[in-house]
């Protein structure tokens, strides 16, 4: 019971006995057992979706330093102690891009007496985790981005990854500033999109074929230096799933250092429990190839921005984001425009159970930016408030997502 005089300290050990017990109660049941277990599932995943609407939040301080500011003078001086042979250099400008998830970002322009104006883009580490992913290391971004400026797929031009974080506090790399701007400012809408221009719609899905027609080389320097390397051993869509819901997700949960939820161990088992049985070999997939990361310059794509998603795996994967996000095909339209410029074959059981995955993604940032709000005084807290706001809504999604799947197995 939730009264005035409840101490959240008291309220947070309650839910927690609470949690545990119903996760063994979960570990327990079986999703196609009887109809009675499987509504027992439903209803605790309603039990947590309500805790996160009525969760409230209490901010506390890890002890944590804050990043450096990075200032014009300061990235000067570091331009100046790395580039010495440089008569003249100088920062002309400098801008701080506010909304960064993982990364802070700063655009600028360095001019010097040989070389004149070069327009550049820092991507530095924050003081604050809020994902995971292997690619959230900056280094394995960085030699992904190489990669794919090296196959041909438009990403802005990577110039040095700086390890030494006693500059300005954590690691950045610099690249080239591509051309173009988004068409949507910061996070993408979960609403829904509006409808875009036709040669935007075509460029997205000319880039998303040709992301998917890439064949990185295993034994290629930059492909060992990135985190697609750990996908590459896997060579069907069926054992890059396998992967994904047996290690790969609970490493993300780990990492984290988020409790496990009666939705996520009901969700991985059944991830696990139902991988699709299909022998395609994956493809390079983005994961959040959306207008929030993709520059456009008069309606054609200039670059695709954040690849700390990205690995190998199901074209399922892109397609229901993106499809989402250009709505302007029906999803079944999607699939055949799709199968007819590559020549891949998606079922409708593998988009669903792609979007169970997606939505466990979802749930698993929004567990990590409540964690990150409780624990660090540093965390930015427009990702926490988002976190409160949508997790009701992924976690409904759970269960309707798992029972459409299901209704589609095996046809």
């Not at 981005?145 to 090296?150: G, P, Q, V």
């Not at 790969?248 to 496990?260: E, F, M, S």
């Not at 229901?320 to 074959?345: C, D, F, I």
Request: glycine share 6%.
């Amino acid at each position: 019971d939730i009264h005035a005089d409840l101490r959240m300290e008291a309220l947070d050990a309650q839910i927690d006995v609470l949690n545990d017990a119903l996760v063994a109660v979960v570990r327990s049941l079986d999703e196609g057992r009887s109809a009675e277990e499987k509504n027992l599932l439903e209803r605790l995943t309603h039990w947590e979706t309500s805790l996160h609407k009525r969760r409230i939040e209490q901010v506390a301080s890890s002890g944590k330093a804050a990043a450096q500011t990075i200032t014009r003078e300061g990235l000067e001086t570091y331009l100046k102690q790395r580039f010495p042979d440089r008569r003249g250099l100088k920062v002309t400008q400098f801008l701080t891009l506010e909304g960064g998830v993982s990364k802070k970002t700063i655009l600028f322009e360095m001019q010097d007496d040989v070389n004149g104006t070069q327009s550049l883009v820092m991507r530095a580490e924050q003081p604050v985790n809020l994902l995971y992913f292997d690619g959230s290391n900056l280094a394995l971004e960085y030699y992904m981005i190489a990669l794919m400026h090296k196959l041909g797929m438009p990403v802005p031009k990577p110039l040095w990854l700086e390890e030494d974080a006693s500059h300005f506090g954590g690691r950045f790399v610099v690249t080239e500033k591509a051309q173009g701007k988004n068409f949507l400012p910061g996070l993408a809408s979960l609403g829904g999109a509006q409808q875009r221009p036709q040669e935007v719609v075509d460029s997205m899905m000319s880039v998303l074929y040709q992301m998917h027609g890439l064949k990185p080389d295993p034994a290629d320097p930059l492909v060992q230096k990135s985190h697609l390397a750990e996908w590459m051993p896997h060579k069907t869509i069926r054992d890059a799933y396998r992967y994904n819901a047996e290690v790969y997700i609970p490493k993300l949960i780990r990492r984290a250092g988020i409790k496990p939820t009666p939705q996520l161990v009901r969700a991985l088992r059944w991830l696990e429990n139902n991988v699709p049985d299909c022998d395609d070999p994956p493809v390079v997939v983005h994961i959040d190839y959306a207008f929030n990361n993709i520059l456009f310059e008069n309606n054609r794509i200039t670059a695709v921005l954040d690849w700390e998603t990205s690995r190998m795996g199901d074209p399922c994967d892109d397609i229901l984001w993106t499809q989402q996000n250009l709505a302007a095909y029906s999803m079944p339209e999607s699939l055949k425009v799709y199968e007819k410029a590559t020549g891949r074959h998606v079922t409708e059981y593998r988009m669903a159970y792609a979007f169970v995955a997606k939505c466990i993604l979802n749930v698993i940032a929004g567990l990590t930016a409540i964690e990150a709000i409780d624990a660090d005084e540093h965390a930015p807290l427009h990702m926490g408030v988002m976190a409160f706001k949508y997790l009701p809504l992924f976690g409904s999604d759970i269960g309707e997502l798992i029972a459409k799947a299901d209704s589609l197995k095996g046809r």
